[in-house]
């Protein structure tokens, strides 16, 4: 009957052309909205998400579960594309152990079909507990390797995913004596910073290679390592030069240690690279093996018979040089090999010269060396000498 009237009334109004359509409208529209109240209790079926550190007080409010109850009839709202909503705001924005209050506020009637419906009723605020916990992220960092000897660098690096705020860090490497030798090695963080939970990206290592360089150690007058108790190893250009792979010089002087026969020994030396421009700027080398064989001490020749081809020559150390020429013997090497020693002096041809050594002794120093002895060093021992001239 109340419907009967209204749209006699209404229709009255048009014919009189004194009621806007608009107003009629809102006025159907009003008479049509189901007015709704939240059930008893609904606090309790309130409940806010835990989150990951993001900077920001918002908190995501679920209220889903709320009844709607009709105003006029006492019953459930079912049927309807339309639920109760809120906004909600932590206390702390920072991640934290403990629960952190929130403040749920602001509700209201979500859903397509919210216009047909109207909440009455004020519900003020409800606090809720949620956690805030670190943002997970992980770190890359740019720089993945060096060559042995140079200094680890200071770590630039990236975040996954990116921040919109800045995060200190500091970068390491896992090396228990604190000394890298060449290897692969884990990074780690250091950082204080509780908002965030930060990790090296998975597969990351930091690697020091080994530094191979073809240079080697300059030696003047090679020829002589088989004579000498000691050498000196100057280090090649844009280089240094180490015994011992920690002090580094220009040059170093080492030992060499007596052998025999045809066995050989080794000095071991390291170079550094000081070539600012090379991307090997202060790596250290591998270990550099210098080797070398047949360094005796001298012994001077055993000579029980010299033949003068000219009678009456005398040796005298102002005139004359002893040339010494190994030659092998039937056995294919050199030691107790057949000996010929020539004499040339500045009084005589050069055809002259003295042969026919009947015994001697002489150990060889090395095939490469010139195995020189000067009448000077001969004379030297003289009184072990018979020289006869005939």
Known sequence: MRKKFLSVFIAMLLIM??????????????????????EDGFADKVTVEDKEYDGEHTAVVHCEDVKLINVHTSEEINGYSVWLEAD?????????????????SGFRLKGDDKYKFKLTGEYGVVEKYAYITPQKIKVTPNESHIYYGQLVPNFSYTFDPPLTEELQLAIGIDVSDNKLKVGKYNYNLTYNNYNYDAKIADECVFTVDEYATDATAIIDNESEVYHNDNICLKAPPEHLISSDGINFYDEITVTLEETSGYDKKE????????NKNSQYYMAISNEIKYSYSNKTDK???NITYINFRKAGDT???????????????SSGNYSN????????????SNSDYVSGIKSATLYDYDEKADNLITVGELQEKKTNLAILNM
């Open 17 to 38: 052309n004194c009621f806007p359509l608009s107003v009629i409208a809102e006025f159907e529209e009003d008479n049509n909205i189901i007015e709704v109240f939240l």
């Open 88 to 104: 909600g705001e932590f206390e702390s924005k920072d991640a934290s152990d403990e629960q952190k209050k929130v403040t749920v």
């Open 267 to 274: 000095v071991s030396y390291y170079l550094k690279n000081i």
């Open 299 to 301: 012994v001077e020749p």
């Open 315 to 329: 040796l005298q150390n102002d005139h004359k040089s002893l040339n010494v020429f190994n030659k092998m013997n």
């Open 337 to 348: 090999a057949e000996i010929e020693l020539v004499i040339k002096a500045k009084d005589l």
